[in-house]
């Protein structure tokens, strides 16, 4: 049986603590943004707020011909103050109703406001929530 001497003992646990400093450098490195990505998250944050879902509903017909409703979704971009809100022809196409839900929760009704199918877009408008 080795013994070892308070010596290598030492050795090895600074060398140990040296490769794993290095390694939590690397980490530390890796983690930190670059100002392009800090600019986006900048970007994100204060855009993000007018984002929306969109649910719609149209009716269509199940196999007997009878009134079946059908749902779907989407989502849109607020572009104004008085509610306006742009998003894809093909999310609100043939829909009977339009919901939209805001990022704080509330729901709000929408109307077609006009639409450009070979352009995929579409304006649609909520009454504007109070500020």
Do not use: C
């Not at 855009?47 to 196999?63: C, E, L, P, Q």
């Not at 998003?87 to 450009?116: F, I, K």
Request: charged fraction near 15%; charge should be negative.
């Amino acid at each position: 049986m080795r013994l070892e001497t308070g010596t290598g003992r030492k050795f090895r646990l600074l060398l140990i603590m040296g490769i794993l400093s290095i390694i939590a450098g690397m980490i530390g490195e890796a983690a930190a943004l670059t100002r392009s990505e800090q600019n986006t998250i900048r970007v994100f944050h204060q855009v993000s707020a007018g984002v929306v879902n969109i649910t719609t509903t149209s009716i269509g017909r199940d196999f007997f011909f009878n009134p079946m409703p059908t749902e779907g979704s989407g989502s849109g971009v607020i572009v104004d103050k008085a509610g306006h809100i742009v998003t894809s022809y093909h999310v609100v196409n043939g829909s009977s109703l339009l919901e939209v839900t805001l990022t704080d929760g509330s729901r709000w009704e929408a109307t077609l406001v006009g639409s450009s199918p070979a352009s995929d877009l579409a304006v649609i408008k909520i009454e504007a929530p109070p500020e």
